[in-house]
């Protein structure tokens, strides 16, 4: 256990900074949800179960979809502006 | 080793703050957000942790085995939930953005602010 | 102001913050050493007080209720903010009709893909109502049922396409929800004061503890917060995804929609 938990902070410390490198959004959302999944993991091994329910359903699920549909209505908006509203 | 968590802490707020300070893109920067925002519960979540001691559930222990702090618990759980639909707001603020100014990248928004302000 | 005068300024203040830092991080306990003592008391009293096995579900619940009485409206607030956001552009007509982009193509499910969602749909919404009920028993309670719940409507969603999920998801039913959750929490306050008692203070008999009945006033606040995010999130997703779709007219048949 008392390896675990350090690499564990790590791992998140990691999974955290790739958010921010990774510019682009569509890209992003990948790396989003997995820092849920490593929270997750992390929050799991602090011994808060109720944490964990709470961010693998928000930041694993929910989180990342919102993104994505934010991202869609963006390129939708987009593929409207270029060629007049013919879909993508 | 007993800094961890607490160096873990800084260097993710500090890492969300370069994002929001670099960030081109207003979808990116909300992503950012949310890693400062997990800076807090790494910090909360580690002050509340005790070596050896079990989830504050007192389901298959009995009460009085030594656990770890619920209130921490209970700060994160609620603000996980809530900054979620934050995000939302957030996210839907972009997507206005975007409509009104067909452009994501906060360094193009100022001059059509200051034109759409006549 | 120059993104590289931007990122100078920034590495400037970080580089000013990190003595603080160092010198707040040297002070704060050592990690897993020691917890805060009001967490230690609440640990110690809580189970023998309140009945309740789950110490996260009571401090949320009965101890710092009024609290997540506060969270509850922020969720509300933040909800009704990205709700009205959204339909200010739409146009309040259109939100109980699936649209549809016209150049969208329209892409067959599988089989697989159908059957999985009808077998795994129930199963987890199934397991979301467990979360919910077990709240003062096991690791659970209303956030976290709520959001699964939340996430098991859409499953209906890839499994049955999205004219399929507008029919089964009623706009007006997850308004009724939201709003009626946050009343009902707002009502756990109340009612007590009807008695005599205290603002949200615990009047109704406690449970056995380990029971499922256990914990009084709490399972019914604890329902309200079930009711008003899982209401919210599927309000969420239900606008968003709306979002996507709005520069067509609506779409007629429920079948083939992708």
Redesign the interface.
């Known amino acids: 256990m008392s390896v675990l938990i350090p690499l564990l902070f790590l791992i998140t410390a990691v999974s955290g900074t790739a958010i921010v490198l990774i510019r682009d959004p569509s890209r992003q959302i990948f790396a989003i949800a997995a820092n849920g999944i490593v929270l997750t993991i992390l929050f799991t091994a602090l011994q808060a179960p109720d944490v964990a329910l709470s961010e693998l359903a928000v930041g694993g699920a929910a989180v990342p979809l919102l993104f994505l549909v934010a991202l869609m209505a963006v390129r939708a908006g987009t593929a409207d502006q270029e060629s007049g509203g013919d879909g993508r | ?8 802490a ?3 707020f ?6 929001l ?5 207003l ?2 920067l ?3 957000l ?2 400062c925002q ?2 807090t ?2 910090l909360l ?7 050896g ?7 298959d222990h009995p ?2 085995t030594p ?8 700060l ?3 603000d ?10 957030l ?6 953005i ?2 009104r100014s ?1 452009t ?1 990248d906060p ?1 193009h928004l100022r001059p059509i602010r200051r034109r759409g302000a006549k | 102001m120059s993104p590289r005068l931007r990122l100078t300024l920034l590495g400037a203040a970080l580089a000013g913050l990190l003595p603080g830092a160092v010198a707040v991080i040297g002070r704060l306990p050592e990690f897993g050493a020691t917890i805060a003592a009001y967490g230690e008391r609440i640990n110690a009293i809580v189970p023998a007080e309140r009945h309740v096995a789950n110490m996260v579900s009571a401090i949320n619940f009965d101890l710092r209720g009024l609290d997540t009485l506060g969270e509850e409206f922020m969720l509300l607030a933040a909800i009704t903010g990205t709700v009205v956001l959204l339909r200010g552009r739409r146009g309040e007509e259109t939100t109980d009709r699936a649209m549809r982009l016209p150049g969208r193509a329209i892409l067959p499910r599988s089989e697989a893909v159908v059957l999985t969602c009808r077998l795994v749909g129930p199963l987890l919404m199934l397991f979301g109502l467990y979360i919910v009920v077990h709240a003062t028993v096991t690791p659970g309670g209303g956030f976290q049922g709520g959001v699964i719940l939340a996430s098991g409507t859409l499953l209906a969603y890839l499994g049955e396409g999205y004219a399929g999920w507008r029919d089964v998801v009623r706009s007006h039913w997850l308004d009724a929800m939201e709003g009626g959750g946050a009343f009902l929490f707002v009502l756990c306050g109340l009612a007590p004061m009807l008695t005599g008692a205290a603002f949200m203070q615990n009047v109704l008999p406690l449970g056995t503890f380990r029971d499922l009945y256990s914990g009084g006033l709490m399972l019914i606040e604890n329902a309200g917060v079930a009711l008003a995010v899982c209401g919210g999130f599927t309000q969420l997703f239900l606008e968003f995804l709306e979002e996507t779709r709005e520069s067509a007219g609506p779409e007629e048949s429920g079948e083939d929609s992708a």
């Open positions: 080793m007993t800094w961890l968590p607490y160096a873990v800084a260097w993710l500090a890492a969300g703050l370069y994002g300070a670099s960030s081109r893109n979808i990116h909300v992503g950012c949310s890693v997990s800076a519960y790494v979540l580690g002050l509340g942790y005790r070596w001691s079990i989830a504050p559930i007192f389901y009460p009085g656990a770890v702090d619920p209130v921490m618990q209970a994160v759980l609620t996980i939930v809530v900054g979620a639909t934050l995000t939302a707001l996210l839907v603020l972009t997507v206005q975007f409509k067909g994501l360094e």
